[in-house]
T-cell receptor, first 112, second 112 residues
Protein backbone atom coordinates (compact mmCIF):
# COMPACT_ATOMS: atom_id res chain seq x y z
CA UNK A 1 0.00 0.00 0.00
CA UNK A 2 1.92 3.03 -1.30
CA UNK A 3 -0.42 5.76 0.04
CA UNK A 4 0.43 9.06 -1.66
CA UNK A 5 3.30 9.14 -4.12
CA UNK A 6 4.81 12.32 -5.50
CA UNK A 7 7.11 12.56 -8.49
CA UNK A 8 9.68 13.89 -8.95
CA UNK A 9 11.29 14.23 -5.52
CA UNK A 10 13.74 16.92 -6.60
CA UNK A 11 13.92 19.26 -9.56
CA UNK A 12 15.88 22.31 -10.64
CA UNK A 13 14.25 24.54 -13.24
CA UNK A 14 15.42 27.60 -15.07
CA UNK A 15 13.21 30.68 -14.98
CA UNK A 16 10.55 30.42 -17.64
CA UNK A 17 10.61 26.64 -17.95
CA UNK A 18 7.52 24.58 -17.37
CA UNK A 19 6.97 21.36 -15.49
CA UNK A 20 4.30 19.11 -14.04
CA UNK A 21 4.31 17.56 -10.60
CA UNK A 22 2.43 14.32 -10.26
CA UNK A 23 0.56 13.14 -7.19
CA UNK A 24 -0.90 9.63 -7.14
CA UNK A 25 -2.91 7.99 -4.35
CA UNK A 26 -4.11 4.41 -4.12
CA UNK A 27 -6.57 4.84 -1.24
CA UNK A 28 -9.60 5.79 -3.34
CA UNK A 29 -9.72 9.19 -1.63
CA UNK A 30 -12.07 11.82 -3.00
CA UNK A 31 -10.22 14.92 -1.82
CA UNK A 32 -6.75 15.87 -2.97
CA UNK A 33 -4.71 18.97 -2.19
CA UNK A 34 -1.54 20.70 -3.30
CA UNK A 35 0.41 22.74 -0.73
CA UNK A 36 3.64 24.64 -0.79
CA UNK A 37 5.79 25.03 2.30
CA UNK A 38 8.26 27.86 2.70
CA UNK A 39 10.37 28.69 5.76
CA UNK A 40 8.35 30.68 8.26
CA UNK A 41 5.20 30.51 6.12
CA UNK A 42 3.81 27.12 6.99
CA UNK A 43 1.76 25.07 4.55
CA UNK A 44 -0.23 27.16 2.10
CA UNK A 45 -2.95 25.67 -0.08
CA UNK A 46 -2.43 26.14 -3.82
CA UNK A 47 -5.34 24.19 -5.36
CA UNK A 48 -7.57 21.37 -4.29
CA UNK A 49 -10.01 18.87 -5.73
CA UNK A 50 -13.12 17.34 -4.17
CA UNK A 51 -13.47 14.61 -6.75
CA UNK A 52 -12.56 13.42 -10.22
CA UNK A 53 -12.94 16.20 -12.78
CA UNK A 54 -13.16 19.00 -10.19
CA UNK A 55 -10.60 21.56 -9.12
CA UNK A 56 -10.71 24.75 -7.07
CA UNK A 57 -8.34 27.54 -6.08
CA UNK A 58 -6.74 27.71 -2.69
CA UNK A 59 -4.91 30.50 -0.92
CA UNK A 60 -2.00 30.94 -3.38
CA UNK A 61 -3.11 29.71 -6.85
CA UNK A 62 -1.37 32.27 -9.08
CA UNK A 63 1.22 30.78 -11.43
CA UNK A 64 -0.12 27.22 -11.03
CA UNK A 65 -2.68 25.06 -12.80
CA UNK A 66 -4.07 21.69 -11.85
CA UNK A 67 -5.98 18.81 -13.34
CA UNK A 68 -7.75 15.77 -11.93
CA UNK A 69 -8.72 13.68 -14.90
CA UNK A 70 -8.52 10.45 -12.90
CA UNK A 71 -9.55 10.05 -9.30
CA UNK A 72 -6.19 8.71 -8.24
CA UNK A 73 -4.06 11.45 -9.84
CA UNK A 74 -3.76 15.16 -9.15
CA UNK A 75 -1.34 17.10 -11.35
CA UNK A 76 0.19 20.47 -10.55
CA UNK A 77 1.58 22.47 -13.45
CA UNK A 78 3.91 25.43 -13.56
CA UNK A 79 3.63 27.06 -16.97
CA UNK A 80 6.48 29.55 -16.62
CA UNK A 81 8.53 28.98 -13.49
CA UNK A 82 9.72 31.92 -11.41
CA UNK A 83 12.27 32.02 -8.59
CA UNK A 84 9.40 32.82 -6.18
CA UNK A 85 8.11 29.31 -6.85
CA UNK A 86 11.17 27.76 -5.25
CA UNK A 87 9.62 25.73 -2.46
CA UNK A 88 8.76 22.30 -1.14
CA UNK A 89 5.51 21.06 -2.63
CA UNK A 90 3.33 18.58 -0.76
CA UNK A 91 0.35 16.70 -2.05
CA UNK A 92 -2.24 15.34 0.37
CA UNK A 93 -5.41 13.30 0.11
CA UNK A 94 -8.41 12.64 2.33
CA UNK A 95 -11.43 10.31 2.12
CA UNK A 96 -13.98 13.07 2.61
CA UNK A 97 -12.23 16.20 3.76
CA UNK A 98 -13.32 15.83 7.37
CA UNK A 99 -10.96 13.02 8.17
CA UNK A 100 -7.21 13.29 8.46
CA UNK A 101 -4.97 13.95 5.52
CA UNK A 102 -2.26 11.66 4.14
CA UNK A 103 0.73 13.44 2.67
CA UNK A 104 3.21 12.51 0.01
CA UNK A 105 6.91 12.85 0.76
CA UNK A 106 7.19 16.14 -1.11
CA UNK A 107 8.92 17.63 -4.13
CA UNK A 108 11.79 20.03 -3.59
CA UNK A 109 11.74 22.51 -6.45
CA UNK A 110 14.41 25.11 -7.10
CA UNK A 111 13.94 27.75 -9.80
CA UNK A 112 17.11 29.52 -10.81
CA UNK B 1 -5.97 37.83 12.64
CA UNK B 2 -4.63 34.66 11.04
CA UNK B 3 -7.09 31.80 10.70
CA UNK B 4 -4.93 29.44 12.72
CA UNK B 5 -2.23 30.69 15.07
CA UNK B 6 0.46 28.85 16.95
CA UNK B 7 3.41 29.93 19.06
CA UNK B 8 6.40 29.01 16.87
CA UNK B 9 8.62 28.28 19.89
CA UNK B 10 11.01 26.61 20.08
CA UNK B 11 10.01 24.89 23.25
CA UNK B 12 13.22 23.50 24.73
CA UNK B 13 12.51 20.88 27.40
CA UNK B 14 14.43 18.11 29.17
CA UNK B 15 13.55 14.47 28.76
CA UNK B 16 10.69 13.47 31.00
CA UNK B 17 9.11 16.92 31.06
CA UNK B 18 5.50 17.72 30.35
CA UNK B 19 4.90 20.29 27.65
CA UNK B 20 1.74 21.85 26.27
CA UNK B 21 1.00 23.69 23.04
CA UNK B 22 -2.01 25.78 22.21
CA UNK B 23 -3.48 26.71 18.86
CA UNK B 24 -6.16 29.35 18.32
CA UNK B 25 -8.51 29.56 15.37
CA UNK B 26 -10.65 32.41 14.15
CA UNK B 27 -13.52 30.73 12.33
CA UNK B 28 -16.23 29.63 14.76
CA UNK B 29 -17.73 27.44 12.02
CA UNK B 30 -14.66 25.19 12.00
CA UNK B 31 -15.69 21.60 12.18
CA UNK B 32 -12.77 19.26 12.68
CA UNK B 33 -9.37 19.58 14.24
CA UNK B 34 -6.11 17.69 14.14
CA UNK B 35 -2.55 17.71 15.36
CA UNK B 36 0.17 16.75 12.91
CA UNK B 37 3.83 16.12 13.50
CA UNK B 38 6.49 17.13 11.00
CA UNK B 39 10.11 16.07 11.23
CA UNK B 40 12.81 18.11 9.53
CA UNK B 41 12.61 17.81 5.73
CA UNK B 42 9.81 15.25 5.97
CA UNK B 43 6.10 15.29 5.26
CA UNK B 44 3.54 16.04 7.98
CA UNK B 45 2.04 12.96 9.62
CA UNK B 46 -1.18 12.71 11.55
CA UNK B 47 -0.59 12.60 15.29
CA UNK B 48 -4.17 12.65 16.47
CA UNK B 49 -7.60 14.02 15.81
CA UNK B 50 -9.11 16.35 18.38
CA UNK B 51 -12.60 15.66 19.67
CA UNK B 52 -14.91 17.89 21.66
CA UNK B 53 -14.74 15.58 24.65
CA UNK B 54 -10.95 15.51 24.57
CA UNK B 55 -8.94 12.45 23.70
CA UNK B 56 -5.79 10.71 24.77
CA UNK B 57 -3.32 8.48 22.98
CA UNK B 58 -0.60 7.22 25.25
CA UNK B 59 1.48 10.20 26.39
CA UNK B 60 -0.46 12.61 24.19
CA UNK B 61 -3.68 14.39 25.15
CA UNK B 62 -5.61 16.71 22.87
CA UNK B 63 -8.42 19.02 23.88
CA UNK B 64 -10.82 21.35 22.12
CA UNK B 65 -12.37 24.46 23.60
CA UNK B 66 -14.99 25.70 21.17
CA UNK B 67 -16.09 28.61 23.36
CA UNK B 68 -12.59 30.10 23.39
CA UNK B 69 -11.71 28.73 19.96
CA UNK B 70 -8.54 26.90 20.74
CA UNK B 71 -7.14 23.40 20.74
CA UNK B 72 -4.32 22.10 22.85
CA UNK B 73 -1.79 19.28 22.83
CA UNK B 74 -0.19 17.96 26.01
CA UNK B 75 2.84 15.71 25.87
CA UNK B 76 3.79 13.90 29.05
CA UNK B 77 7.12 12.25 29.82
CA UNK B 78 8.81 13.79 26.77
CA UNK B 79 11.21 11.63 24.79
CA UNK B 80 14.12 12.71 22.61
CA UNK B 81 12.16 11.29 19.68
CA UNK B 82 9.35 13.80 20.32
CA UNK B 83 11.58 16.55 18.93
CA UNK B 84 9.72 17.82 15.88
CA UNK B 85 7.41 20.57 14.69
CA UNK B 86 3.77 20.18 15.71
CA UNK B 87 1.17 21.53 13.31
CA UNK B 88 -2.34 22.43 14.27
CA UNK B 89 -4.95 21.83 11.57
CA UNK B 90 -8.43 23.31 11.49
CA UNK B 91 -10.98 22.18 8.94
CA UNK B 92 -13.97 24.21 7.85
CA UNK B 93 -16.75 23.51 5.44
CA UNK B 94 -16.99 25.93 2.52
CA UNK B 95 -19.76 25.51 0.01
CA UNK B 96 -19.88 21.78 0.61
CA UNK B 97 -16.12 21.34 0.49
CA UNK B 98 -13.83 20.85 3.46
CA UNK B 99 -10.67 22.88 3.46
CA UNK B 100 -7.92 22.29 6.02
CA UNK B 101 -5.91 25.25 7.23
CA UNK B 102 -2.56 24.58 8.85
CA UNK B 103 -0.90 26.60 11.55
CA UNK B 104 2.74 27.47 11.02
CA UNK B 105 3.79 24.97 13.63
CA UNK B 106 5.38 24.86 17.06
CA UNK B 107 8.93 23.58 17.32
CA UNK B 108 9.74 21.20 20.18
CA UNK B 109 13.27 20.29 21.16
CA UNK B 110 13.69 17.62 23.82
CA UNK B 111 17.22 17.46 25.24
CA UNK B 112 18.91 14.84 27.44
Amino acid sequence: NAGVTQTPKFRVLKTGQSMTLLCAQDMNHEYMYWYRQDPGMGLRLIHYSVGEGTTAKGEVPDGYNVSRLKKQNFLLGLESAAPSQTSVYFCASSPSGTYGYTFGSGTRLTVV
Amino acid sequence: RKEVEQDPGPFNVPEGATVAFNCTYSNSASQSFFWYRQDCRKEPKLLMSVYSSGNEDGRFTAQLNRASQYISLLIRDSKLSDSATYLCVVNKGTGGSYIPTFGRGTSLIVHP
